[in-house]
């Protein structure tokens, strides 16, 4: 038989259930950060824009760096 994608019974544990009032904070705050992060390239290359001479490749270690400090920042919005 073809799945409907439902639930049949109670089998999610409480562990999986949705916070209330739908996401947490800190998937809202994830999700904000994707947004910002993916509109303006922030945690890429610096120097893609105005006068600059050569752009200035950042390490993988410090875009990575650059995001988490970026997820705090958006966490600390989003609980306020």
């Not at 089998?11 to 916070?19: F, G, K, V």
């Amino acid at each position: 038989m073809a799945e409907t994608g439902t639930p049949t019974g109670n089998n999610t544990p409480e562990a999986a259930a949705p916070a209330p009032g739908g996401r947490s904070k800190d998937e809202i705050a994830l999700e904000l950060m994707k947004f910002i992060a993916v509109n303006t390239g922030y945690g890429k290359a610096a120097g893609s824009a105005g006068f600059s001479g050569k752009p200035t490749a950042r390490t993988a270690e410090e875009q990575a760096d650059a995001l988490i400090d970026l997820f705090q920042r958006c966490r600390k919005v989003v609980s306020e």
